[in-house]
């Protein structure tokens, strides 16, 4: 029977191709926003992200988020590092600088001062030249990003020279780091170095970063931190989220993908539910001949469920690669550099492909189930 | 002791609608219907034929009275008991041909065995030699559309009969069809309830094939109003 189902289902190739189109564009819907918007909000935390060996992170009480820095006093930095569980802790200063771009145009940048001594802070990824030439005068690396869209056409080379703030900086390396929500440019420098950069003296420490000790967990020394230094501290995990949450809460993309992505959902409930309801409709007599002629209920509502799942599945995997398509091609351009598909959001479509059409098949399945089988008899 | 009856119907009454639109269509038929034979079921439109033979073959209930089949009462059938017993012992033609446009000739001779549970192929393969006894053999992979009348009714007949059914029931056969095509349809039928446990029933009201039948029975106003062997 559910050979004949199927013949059923692909006969009519239209409305075949319309059923999955529904679903591989309410699936292709869901997944690409939804992957924008992960995506977009992971990018409120990349600064956190590009700190890997510090699991701690401190800062004025009043910091909601990566952007909005109240600076703190150098002597801060001697009372962390005196909490006991802090391995070490080194300072990290971020500002916005601005630069002008090989054809003179002004451009805002990231500036990240990292630990004179450790360098830490830096991005672990180096595409090229060595992080140690850092330490020389004026030296800065860049965001490989940042790079291309300063030194267009270019190929990747050092020693390129660049205005920050109207201050001369020579590239001595250039890293990979995590695309940024505010900007695509991101200088590092040494943290004496930044200060320079930004004309700033003393006290303008934005964060101190610290790596808890082997018997302690980031968020008891976390803990302890506040309890001593009354500064506002957490773990690097609990302060990429308090990032990500901040960007929620306080702008309209939850609410504007939110919307797309409800519509996705509707448009895919409308269209494959009345295309497979009026499917069964324009079946129904041939339906009502299978019941005749001795089909149970139980085997229709099989073959109801198998053309339902065979359209479910097709344009759920049409839609999925769709989007996967979308991020392989949009993930090589730096606006959309670190958007990704995550499995979470695949998965979660798939299921919302699986409700459309298992609501699809139980609205079109009542017809089959009630259809009178005498009606075989009149003309 | 051998049955003697094919279908045996004792006081059906069948009522459409409740309370003031309550409509009696079948006024306490009482009919037997011969085995080994053709049996006609004539009469004018509207007077309870379609609806007879739905109880008949177990789709429409009787409001009262019972009918036996094949020396089973089905009007007491559990429903899914009846629907295996449509499965297993009948063959339907209707007058519409009622094929499905998605499906082969042969796949759609085939559908009566496919519903019984035998695989696609090996039914196929069943229905495929019965197809050529028809005078099918160059049209069985072409659809519905591709088909003439005659074509259809044909591979309707083939759906009916492949699955060896004892009782086949055939609403208005040859009402789309020529008067020959007419006559070999007729002419099929006619072989098949020539087995001493088969019968046939036909609604018909195409009288250029009334030779065919061994018995008629007539009815008007939901009642039979006469039964008869045919002398013709």
Redesign the interface.
């Known amino acids: 029977?559910f050979?004949?189902a199927l013949?059923?289902l692909?006969?009519?190739r239209a409305k075949y191709m319309g059923l999955v189109l529904g679903v591989a564009f309410s699936t292709l819907l869901i997944n690409q926003q939804l992957g924008i918007f992960i995506g977009l909000i992971t990018r409120a935390g990349a600064v956190i992200v590009d700190v890997p060996q510090a699991d701690v992170w401190v800062m004025d009480p009043g910091v909601k988020n990566l952007d909005t820095i109240f600076p703190l006093r150098d002597t801060e930095l001697g009372r962390v590092r005196g909490v006991p569980g802090v391995a070490w802790a080194v300072p990290l200063y971020k500002s916005n600088v601005t630069i002008r771009t090989g054809n003179g145009e002004l451009e805002s940048s990231l500036l990240m001062g990292v630990d004179d001594s450790t360098l830490i802070g830096l991005p672990p990824e180096v595409v090229l030249g060595n992080i140690d030439d850092l330490r020389r005068p004026d030296a800065v690396a860049v965001s490989m990003d940042g790079y291309r869209k300063i030194w267009r056409n270019e190929p990747l080379k050092l020693g390129n020279i660049a205005e920050l703030n109207d201050r001369r900086a020579v590239v001595v390396a250039i890293v990979k780091d995590s695309p940024k929500f505010t900007s695509s440019i991101t200088f590092f420098t040494r943290y004496s170095q930044a200060l320079q950069y930004t004309n700033n003296g003393r006290n303008q420490m934005s964060f101190i970063v610290a790596r808890s000790a082997e018997d302690s967990t980031p968020a008891e020394v976390a803990q302890s931190i506040v309890a001593r230094t009354g500064l506002q501290a957490m773990s690097a995990e609990d302060f990429r989220w308090k990032a990500i949450m901040y960007v929620v809460q306080n702008t309209g993309i939850p609410i504007s993908i939110g919307t797309v992505v409800a519509l996705g959902v509707l448009v895919g409930i409308a269209v494959v539910g009345l295309m497979f309801n009026l499917f069964v409709l324009e079946n129904l007599?041939?339906f009502a001949?299978?019941?005749?002629?001795?089909?149970?209920?139980i085997r229709l509502i099989g073959m109801v469920f198998l053309q339902a799942a065979v359209v479910g599945f097709v344009g759920f995997s049409l839609g999925l690669f769709g989007a996967t398509m979308f991020f392989e091609t949009a993930g090589k351009s730096p606006t959309f550099q670190g958007f990704y598909l995550p499995w979470y959001v695949a998965a979660a479509s798939g299921g919302v492909a699986a409700a459309i059409i298992i609501l699809a098949a139980m609205i079109a399945m009542r017809r089959v189930l009630f259809v009178?089988?005498?009606i075989?008899?009149?003309? | 002791m051998p049955m003697e009856f094919a279908v045996e119907c004792k006081g059906v009454i069948k009522d459409f609608g409740t309370g003031s639109v309550r409509q009696r269509v079948l006024h306490g038929i009482d009919w037997q219907v011969p085995i080994g034979a053709t049996t006609f079921l004539v009469g004018p439109s509207g007077c309870g034929k379609?609806t007879l033979?739905?109880i008949i073959?177990g789709?429409?209930s009787a409001t009262e009275g019972y009918v036996r089949i094949l020396d089973q009462e089905i009007t007491k059938m559990r429903r899914?008991r009846v629907?295996?017993?449509?499965?297993?012992h009948?063959g339907?033609i209707?007058?519409?041909f009622?094929l499905?446009?998605?499906?082969t000739a042969v796949?759609n001779a085939a559908?009566?065995l496919?519903?019984?549970g035998v695989t696609?192929a090996t039914a196929k393969r069943q229905a495929s030699v019965l197809l050529d006894r028809l005078g099918m053999e160059s049209n069985k992979l072409k659809y519905p559309n591709q088909l003439s009348g005659g074509q259809q009714q044909r591979v309707a007949i083939a759906?009916a009969l492949v699955h060896n059914p004892k009782i086949v029931i055939s609403?208005e056969p040859t009402a789309s069809l020529d008067a020959e095509t007419g006559h070999e349809v007729m002419e099929l039928l006619g072989q098949v309830a020539s087995g001493a446990d088969r019968a046939v029933i036909v609604v018909t009201h195409d009288n250029r094939i009334f030779p065919f039948a061994d018995y008629i029975a007539t009815m008007s106003d939901g009642r039979i109003e006469s039964f008869r062997k045919n002398s013709a």
């Open positions: 029977m050979s004949i013949k059923m692909f006969h009519d007599k041939q001949v299978l019941k005749a002629i001795g089909t149970t209920n009178d089988p005498a075989v008899f009149r003309g | 379609t033979i739905s073959a789709l429409l899914s629907v295996r017993f449509r499965a297993d009948l339907f209707f007058q519409q009622n499905l446009p998605s499906l796949e559908v009566s496919v519903v019984q696609l759906r609403d």
